[in-house]
């Protein structure tokens, strides 16, 4: 079962439980009202460096376009595309490839579906 809250409160809201929860464990806990401030800067400095030094997938040209085909013909699962477009690939020509991806948000539509279609042959013929 998922909760849904929104608009931009149901946002600020989980901000501010992601930033603010640890630290208000942490001065609770180490009795320390520093830790309010500390865990925030803390969490971003971490998230940063998981994203910038963090694990890649391992994907070859042939799987990415396995993805692809499967999301415009409708058949991959739920979460597909969510992956597809947000985890990093090892792979540079790849990774830039992944990142023009981000703009299709959805591919319901048939010309976002040829646009996608043709940077895809694009990148392939190189």
């Avoid at 971490?46 to 990415?64: C, D, F, H, I, N």
């Avoid at 085909?69 to 991959?76: D, F, K, V």
Wanted: aromatic content about 8%.
């Amino acid at each position: 079962m998922a909760n849904h809250v929104k608009g931009g409160g149901g946002c600020f809201l989980a901000l501010t439980v992601i930033f603010l929860g640890p630290g208000l464990i942490a001065a609770a806990v180490l009795h320390s009202a520093v830790w309010l401030l500390l865990m925030p800067v803390l969490s971003v400095i971490s998230w940063v460096a998981l994203a910038k030094w963090g694990p890649k997938r391992q994907l070859t040209p042939e799987q990415l376009a396995d993805e692809l085909e499967s999301h415009l013909l409708s058949s991959g699962g739920p979460w597909d595309w969510d992956d597809t477009t947000s985890l990093t690939i090892a792979n540079e020509h790849l990774e830039v490839f992944r990142g023009k991806l981000s703009k299709f948000d959805s591919l319901a539509l048939d010309e976002k579906r040829n646009r996608v279609y043709r940077n895809h042959r694009d990148a392939s013929s190189r």
